[in-house]
């Protein structure tokens, strides 16, 4: 099994510019979620989708969208990205929404 | 919110030395998780406590939880290269899809 699988791996946008990151996982997880990894500030929560057809706000939306597609995949859109979302941004999914959490190896984005 | 509170920030112990991470929260425990971080990667799931006094291990890594104290440690034996990385607690609540995580806690192991 592959578990969570994130692309793409790098990505450097300029201020303005749009994108889409890819979260998929293979392990028939209901909750799938996005957080973003910040020197300092620790792992916060973007977005989350509890079951299939659901999302829901986290600590820190702003300047985000997301989708989940169908049970495997959940992705997450910046519009108009922002030199304050350069950061680590890291999908994760879990069976119920609690106990273990499954990460995918993240997302490095840099906006210019 | 909850607030998670880790100590120390970074650490550096010599290879066979034992240590101790705490993790303190603002409002009462009921789910605490240990996430093990390498540089550059996803985290990994280490353990999960739930009750108060709850003590689980994984290999030479032992996780205790305070309920009283709103606290767990963690705490690695004989520490080697491979125990280095971020370590993260982090906790949820009854009703709640969300885990909130702390800072994290930098272990560097010297041979």
């Known amino acids: 099994n592959a578990g969570v699988t994130q692309t793409p791996k790098f990505q450097v946008l300029k201020t303005g510019q749009s994108m889409t990151l890819q979260c998929a996982q293979d392990?028939?997880?209901?909750?799938m979620y996005w957080y973003r990894q910040d020197p300092g500030m620790g792992l916060r929560l973007i977005y989350y989708?509890?079951?299939?057809?659901?999302?829901d706000k986290g600590e820190v939306p702003n300047g985000y969208n997301v989708s989940r597609l169908n049970k495997r995949e959940f992705s997450l859109r910046l519009e108009s990205a922002a030199p304050s979302q350069t950061s680590v941004y890291f999908c994760?999914?879990?069976?119920?929404?609690?106990?273990?959490?499954?990460f995918g190896p993240g997302t490095r984005l840099t906006v210019l | 919110s909850q607030e998670l509170e880790q100590s120390p920030q970074s650490l550096i112990v010599q290879e066979g030395k034992n240590l101790t991470i705490n993790c303190t929260s603002s409002?009462?425990?009921?789910?605490l998780y240990w996430y093990k971080q390498k540089y550059g990667e996803g985290l990994i799931f280490l353990m999960m406590?739930?009750?108060?006094?709850e003590e689980k291990s994984h290999e030479k890594i032992t996780a205790k939880l305070d309920e009283k104290k709103q606290q767990s440690s963690l705490h690695i034996t004989a520490s080697q290269p491979s125990h280095a990385g971020i370590y993260l607690c982090?906790?949820?609540?009854?009703?709640?899809?969300?885990?909130?995580f702390g800072i994290g806690t930098k272990l560097q192991v010297i041979p």
């Open positions: 982090g906790a949820d609540k009854p009703g709640y899809q969300k885990v909130t």
């Open positions: 994760a999914s879990s069976i119920q929404g609690k106990g273990e959490q499954f």
């Open positions: 392990m028939n997880h209901n909750s």
């Open positions: 409002k009462t425990l009921y789910g």
């Open positions: 406590l739930q009750k108060g006094g």
């Open positions: 989708s509890a079951s299939e057809g659901t999302t």
